[in-house]
């Protein structure tokens, strides 16, 4: 048995004041312990990657007990007289890995790994407690749930709430089922004392009782604060808590009122039917299945392409041996940043005082204005530091170089901004519109005459909105980068956490006005990117090296990362559809609008790509895509997985959905692309894999066989309702335009037979190099044991496109391709005859190209295909979930590595079911961001997964190649159509109007589609408060 030997192993003595002045974590990561497998990603509990395992001895047991933990919420002072084991303590590819390390990742367990070894810690210290602990149990410790009451602060942390409700004065409940929840709440008051356990619901809604009573905030087996409550007519308030709990406004409840008699059973008078509302959701162990198709029986065993082999760093990762760029020790005489941010929307700088900041004894070497960029300060509308005015909260006004990030962060506190406010402020699109406020033109696709379809083609015409929030990349590594000034030739080293580090290079260069030739990117691995790392906290750290000449730190916390950056567009779309009887449509118009925030940025080209993609599978004669980026007063929103795709194509299927509605199911297969055609900016294709996709989804999860249980179970149950959704997906895959699908390899082959390759990809966790390498090992014949790939870097591959639009392994796997195969066996003559020993490889790009005046072009180099079938439950009381069985079929055609493929598809699902359910990014009415960590802003768990997710990958496909980071991300919008499936079922029991405004995301909470109470004239009903 592993002893905890994390502390002990180092035998590091803590003086006194490092002890009361240190969190857990920052020490674990400190200078004097270098201890990298434990991250610091969010710093509220909320995400599990700083778990480690405290060992008490407990005297009366005369037992040691083990608790996981989450380091960042633990002040070393709590420790006394306890062990801590960290990762490292575990295991480690040096030594000898752990059983858990070594599953985790020879079973595909990990992608970016800046939360795996949390998750080995969790289960090391379930089976330090429970050496054979059943599936449930493993679950509760992964999703911070243990039934044990061992978990301090788990993982994905939950309230466990308990309510006093007033004494009761009967034991009998009001005749008859409850009608709403007010009912419910009634009714267990006159019950005996009532219990309910925390769930996630947000506000819990009554029509006209006042009630009150005590919730106590602990954990499960650990008391914790309490707070008084009132359950008002339209929300659940506090009234008073202990004066430093930020929770209450975080504060979500599920009110699972024990609707029981004393003796603890059901009350009689109850039908079976209505029983549904006192059940509440069990936690269950996702189970699922992922097929793919074997290589050819032909190809050799040598050659792995193809084969569902490990990433390349799963063991490390599983160990944290994995180095990121805030793993990189402190560098001689190195000092950290911090960043000076508005505080105000819209407003002219009036003056920055730094005098105070500059005061703070001997500590803040300098301040970073935009005074000291000798050379270009951003674009003229997009500022790098902000010059007069501000345009959001958050944008970035100066920098502080301190010699700590304690010192630079007190630094930032004491600068003082005088702002004088200007008008307008605009933070929605329905404002921005009324103050024609944009950031680019319309951007327009039409085919056929869709005016004269309306008029005279169709039976029925249907008109809808769509809202769809934004959404917050969330990388488990928040941006980060370390800069060092050499000494001579203005040349600089810039480590960084981007994907695209040549951007960085030139705008560092641009920047600082230094050749591009003197800056050197390094990204050795990113802990995921979405396309929010591009790279511009880099550039400040540039500047601040120059100008103090020291190396220089920047390492963004969870809060100013939500805070600076943007993320997803969140989108405002109108549909007018007109149909047939029949269901096939004749006619469709949408108009789009997109939250673009306060500059440009990307927002264009995601306006064109929203407008390119949003027909997704189906044929439609007479249709009108429109799409207009808007000018807020929110930082700028970017580049996100799916690039306008998620919310556009929501647009669209909501349409295909109001349609079915009114038509009958078969509406999607109805208006389908059948055979080769030619999309509306006439690029051709054949959707042959679209069709095979889509059918082999309905037949593998059996759909239209669990449509008929799914209405047998909503006949049964009037509070719980199953909804059931499919959805077929056509993805674009690339960029518009040829020069950006250009990639480059270089290979060195050194004379002991090792091979070196490089290439322009970034490992964001998608496995690029694990794939690159498979292909070389394919083109040069040589193992992939011998081969071996440091970094990516602008020295070695120049000029280097973003890994971006799922493109990345396609592209630079091709570079890679042309490689000349390599005899291992004549190297050493190859060296003594002259010849050279390195290669460049290069692919050209693929052709793209759109012009927007003829509305026509050949934009992608290819698309894929795939289809999703989900199922939910919803408690129609309380607006939660659970997502019971997701099928997913992809057409993956020849995947370089089915076992990375399937696990992108799972990630980029899994991250669309978030977008479209769960993550909600909320502002103050001065445009301040709130959600900025994981307790305001939730972002799916292993919790959240489907009970049963199956992932095919479609058998022999012709297709000639897939690129699949992005497009799982919309196959998410299964899960949000289930629901609306179960919304509308309800809502038609209670003959309460089936349409209703789609707004994404769709969990429980105000004016959700999950209401279930009739429609209201204003915005807000009486359901959703
Ligand atoms: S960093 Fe500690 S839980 Fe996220």
């Known amino acids: 048995m592993n002893k905890p030997h ?37 710093g509220r509990g909320g995400c599990g990657a700083c778990t480690v395992m ?17 380091a960042c919420l633990v002040p070393i002072c709590s420790l006394y007289g306890a062990a801590v084991t960290t990762v490292e303590g575990v295991g480690s590819i040096k030594t000898r890995l752990h059983p858990v390390q070594e599953r985790i990742a020879k079973s595909h367990g990990t992608q970016c790994r800046f939360c795996t070894p949390g998750m080995v810690m969790s289960m090391y210290t379930l089976l330090r407690n429970l050496p054979q602990p059943s599936e449930e149990q493993l679950m509760g410790a992964l ?67 006042i009630l009150g009573g005590d919730v106590d905030l602990g954990y499960p087996g650990q008391p914790g604060p309490a707070v008084s409550w009132t359950l008002c007519p339209s929300h659940f308030h506090i009234n008073h808590s202990p004066a430093q709990s930020s929770t209450n406004r975080h504060l979500c409840l599920i009110l699972d009122l024990n ?82 941010t508005s505080t105000r929307a819209h407003a002219k700088i009036i003056s920055v005082d730094l005098s105070k900041a500059l005061e703070l004894p001997g500590v803040v070497v300098d301040v970073i204005t935009a005074e000291d960029i000798p050379g270009t300060n951003g674009a003229e509308d997009d500022r790098l530091l902000a010059v007069d005015k501000v345009l959001c909260v958050g944008q970035i006004v100066c920098a502080v170089v301190a010699e700590t990030e304690a010192q630079a962060k007190r630094a930032v506190e004491e600068t003082k901004i005088a702002y004088e406010d200007l008008e307008p402020v605009i933070f929605t ?14 951007k327009k696709l039409e085919q056929g005459n869709v005016e004269k379809a309306f008029e005279e083609e169709v039976d029925q015409i249907v008109e809808g909105e769509v809202h769809v929030g934004g959404q917050e990349h969330f990388y488990m590594e928040t941006q980060r980068v370390l800069v060092i000034p050499k000494t001579e030739d203005k040349e600089l080293d810039i480590y960084v956490s981007t994907q695209d580090p040549a951007h960085v290079q030139k705008t560092v260069s641009s920047t600082l006005d230094i050749p591009i030739n003197r800056i050197t990117c390094h990204v050795k691995r990113v802990g995921g990117g979405f396309g929010g790392k591009v790279g511009r906290p880099a550039v400040l750290g540039a500047i601040a090296a120059v100008g103090t000449g020291y190396p220089i730190r920047l390492v963004l916390d969870r809060e100013d990362d939500m805070l600076i950056t943007g993320g997803r567009h969140p989108l405002f779309g109108k549909y007018k559809v007109g149909f047939m009887n029949s269901g096939r449509i004749r006619a469709l118009d949408i108009e789009c609008f997109i939250n673009g925030g306060c500059t440009l940025d990307d927002s264009e080209l995601v306006t064109e790509f929203l407008i390119l993609k949003m027909e997704n599978a189906y044929k439609i004669h007479n249709l009108r895509f429109r799409g207009r980026a808007c000018m807020t007063n ?17 647009v669209t299927e909501s349409c295909i959905t109001a349609v079915a509605a009114k038509c009958g199911p078969s509406v999607r297969e109805k208006n389908m692309y059948k055979t080769v055609d030619k999309t509306i900016y006439k690029q051709a294709f054949n959707p042959e894999p679209l069709i095979r996709c889509w059918n082999e989804c309905l037949d593998k999860s059996s759909f239209h066989s669990r449509r ?28 518009a335009a040829t020069s950006f699908h250009q990639a480059a390899a270089l290979v060195h082959i050194y004379t002991d037979g090792s091979v070196l390759v490089t290439h322009g990809g970034n490992e964001l966790g998608q496995g690029i190099h694990t ?81 927007w005046e003829k509305r026509e072009g050949d934009p992608f180099p290819y698309y894929v295909y795939g289809a999703a079938s989900s199922e939910v439950e919803v408690d129609c009381l309380t607006g939660a979930h659970k997502k019971i069985r997701t099928d997913i079929v992809m057409d993956a055609c020849c995947s370089l590595n089915p076992a990375i493929d399937i696990g992108q598809i799972e990630g980029s699902f899994t991250q669309g079911m978030g977008l479209y359910t769960t993550e909600e990014l909320k502002y103050s009415p001065e445009g301040v961001l709130y959600s900025r960590g994981p307790d305001d802003y939730k972002i799916p768990t292993i919790t959240d997964i489907p009970e049963e997710f199956n992932v095919s990958l479609l058998p022999s496909s012709q297709t000639p190649l897939t690129g699949l980071g992005e497009s799982g991300m919309f196959l998410g919008s299964s899960v949000f159509f289930a629901i609306a499936d179960a919304v509308a079922t309800a809502r038609r029991e209670r003959d309460i109007a089936e349409d209703f405004t789609v707004r994404s995301p769709e969990g429980p909470g105000p004016c959700s589609p999950t209401c279930t109470r009739p429609a209201q004239p204003a915005e807000r009903c009486a359901q959703c408060g």
């Open 6 to 42: 994390g502390f002990q192993k180092r035998k590091k003595k803590v003086s006194d004041s490092e002890v009361f002045l240190a969190i857990l974590v920052n020490y674990i990561q400190s200078i004097n312990l270098r201890l990298t497998g434990t991250k610091y990603a969010c």
């Open 634 to 650: 929110l930082p700028s929103n970017t580049a996100f997985r799916g690039f306008g795709f998620p919310q556009g194509t929501l």
């Open 54 to 70: 405290v060992s008490k001895h407990d005297p009366v047991s005369r037992k040691i007990r083990h608790f996981s933990v989450t």
């Open 771 to 851: 794939k690159m390498l498979q292909v070389a090992s394919r083109e040069l014949k040589v193992p992939t044991s011998h081969m071996h790939i440091c970094e990516t870097s602008t020295a070695t591959v120049p000029n280097t496109i973003a890994t971006a639009a799922s493109i990345g392994s396609d592209v630079n796997g091709r570079a890679v391709q042309v490689l000349p195969p390599v005899c291992l066996s004549w190297i050493e003559a190859a060296f003594e005859q002259r010849i050279s020993l390195s290669a460049t490889g290069y692919f050209r790009g693929y052709e793209a190209f759109m012009d």
């Open 259 to 340: 609707y029981v008699s004393q003796d603890g059973r059901h009350f009689p008078e109850i039908s079976d039917r209505f029983l549904s509302a006192l059940e509440d959701f069990p936690a269950t162990v996702p189970q699922g299945v992922q097929r793919y198709q074997s290589v050819d029986s032909h190809q050799a065993l040598q050659d792995p392409v193809g084969r569902p082999i490990m990433h390349l760093s799963g063991l490390k990762h599983a160990t944290g041996e994995a180095i990121f760029c805030d793993d990189i020790p402190t560098v001689d005489k190195e000092l950290f940043m911090a960043l000076v």
């Open 429 to 442: 699109i329905e404002d921005a519109i009324k103050h024609s406020s944009f950031l680019c033109p319309e």
């Open 708 to 735: 008929m249980q799914v209405a047998e179970f909503n006949k049964k149950n009037y509070w719980r309702k199953r909804g059931l959704a499919v959805v077929p997906m056509k993805f674009s895959v690339g960029f």
């Open 143 to 209: 999703g911070g749930t243990s039934d044990m009451g061992k978990t301090l602060h788990p993982p994905e942390a939950r309230w466990e709430v308990c309510l006093r409700l007033p004494q009761p004065t009967s034991s009998q409940p009001s005749s008859g089922p409850p009608s709403v929840v007010s009912e419910v709440v009634q009714t267990s008051q006159s019950s005996s004392t009532s219990c309910a356990k925390g769930g996630r619901a947000r506000n819990v809604q009554i029509k006209s009782e």
